[in-house]
């Protein structure tokens, strides 16, 4: 399996931004994918996550709830991960993620910078 992520950038606080991580190779082995954030001198935190099958849906970072969004494109395994009323907290570098009990191991994206300036 492999993950590329787009989007990311600098934006003004109080912007939306939308990244999106598409996943090929095996993509039978996924069963959820999701995002990741990370800042320097800290551990790497669940942003949103989605299952890709199942019932278990969504689920998301408290920090996030209500501004971000995250979604597929149909059967496809791209996932999109819509944020709204970006602040100050939300500059870091985030990364794709696919899980899957298939999988040996979770794959992770090369990750994408999001800056959000005051």
């Known amino acids: 399996v492999q993950l590329v992520e787009s989007g990311g950038g600098l934006v003004q606080a109080g912007d939306s931004m939308r990244l999106s991580c598409a996943a090929s190779?095996?993509?039978?082995?996924?069963?959820?994918m999701g995002w990741f954030r990370q800042v320097p001198g800290k551990q790497r935190e669940m942003v949103a996550m989605?299952?890709?099958?199942?019932?278990?849906?969504?689920n998301y970072a408290d920090a996030v709830k209500g501004r971000f969004t995250i979604s597929r494109d149909g059967d496809k395994h791209t996932t999109f991960l819509q944020m709204n009323n970006l602040n100050s907290d939300d500059t870091a570098m985030y990364y794709c993620?696919?899980?899957?009990?298939?999988?040996?191991?979770?794959?992770w994206g090369q990750g994408t910078q999001v800056t959000v300036s005051s």
């Open positions: 993620v696919a899980q899957g009990n298939r999988l040996k191991r979770d794959v």
């Open positions: 190779g095996s993509i039978f082995k996924i069963n959820a």
């Open positions: 989605l299952a890709l099958v199942g019932s278990r849906g969504s």
